[in-house]
């Protein structure tokens, strides 16, 4: 069965720290990857997505991933995280092809600590 | 109107009362898509469409129904509310890669629903 695993419900970093955000997949088929970020009270909003190519995407505010086929990982990044990026983060895949159905990731809270 | 707008933004309503979410969208795109969000549960799909005319079930279809009549509108029904339908509910919409496009998918800003 597909399944989208994201291994942290919360992450707590400084302002100006690193961050990654792990997200693992389970597809046999070529995948579509997106993150996506919803602030409180907010829809989600399309921070990057990987359809083909280059295996390392940028995304909007400074984000960017990178997938990795053979760990079935498409982690997101940012060198320095501000006050601004407390959120959640979801991870999702698509099948290449298939259907329009894409499997969300439960979702990680960032805390940023200032 | 300028990518999906939903309505109402929240709602509170009695158990065994009908309710009916709308969700509108001004890209043209053929997919729509309605969500939950539960805590702790991530989103959900509800119901889906591929195409005007066209709907199929998502992964917790019970107690809801959908229609498809335009392209724009895909609004989805709670007949008869119960408890565990409280929620928020989240509609998207993307261009469907049956027709080519990526599944990229654009979310409206979310109905917030009490059931009591």
């Known amino acids: 069965a597909q399944s989208v695993t994201q291994p942290d419900i919360h992450i707590t970093v400084s302002e100006g720290a690193s961050l990654e955000l792990r997200c693992n997949y389970s597809y046999g088929a070529t995948p579509y990857l997106f993150w996506y970020v919803q602030s409180p009270g907010q829809g989600l909003q399309l921070l990057l997505k990987y359809f083909s190519g280059d295996t390392l995407v940028q995304g909007i505010k400074g984000f960017e991933a990178e997938f990795k086929r053979s760990q079935s990982s498409f982690n997101l990044r940012k060198p320095s995280v501000h006050w601004s990026d407390a959120a959640e983060y979801f991870c999702?895949?698509?099948?290449?092809?298939?259907?329009?159905?894409?499997?969300f990731g439960k979702g990680t809270r960032l805390h940023i600590l200032p | 109107i300028a990518g999906i707008t939903q309505a109402p933004t929240s709602q509170i309503l009695a158990a065994g009362r009908r309710m009916t979410l709308r969700c509108t969208q001004d890209?043209?795109?053929?997919?729509m898509y309605w969500y939950r969000q539960d805590l702790g549960l991530g989103l959900r799909l509800i119901h889906y469409?591929?195409?005007?005319?066209?709907?199929g079930k998502g992964e917790v279809p019970d107690g809801y129904s959908v229609s498809r009549a335009n392209t724009d509108d895909f609004p989805l029904t709670l007949a008869s509310a119960v408890p565990s339908q409280t929620s928020v509910y989240f509609c998207?919409?993307?261009?469907?890669?049956?027709?080519?496009?990526?599944?990229?998918?654009?979310f409206g800003p979310g109905t917030r629903l009490t059931v009591l």
């Open positions: 999702a895949v698509g099948i290449m092809n298939r259907d329009d159905k894409i499997i």
């Open positions: 890209m043209r795109h053929n997919a």
């Open positions: 469409s591929n195409t005007a005319g066209t709907t």
């Open positions: 998207a919409s993307s261009y469907s890669v049956l027709a080519g496009g990526y599944n990229e998918q654009f």
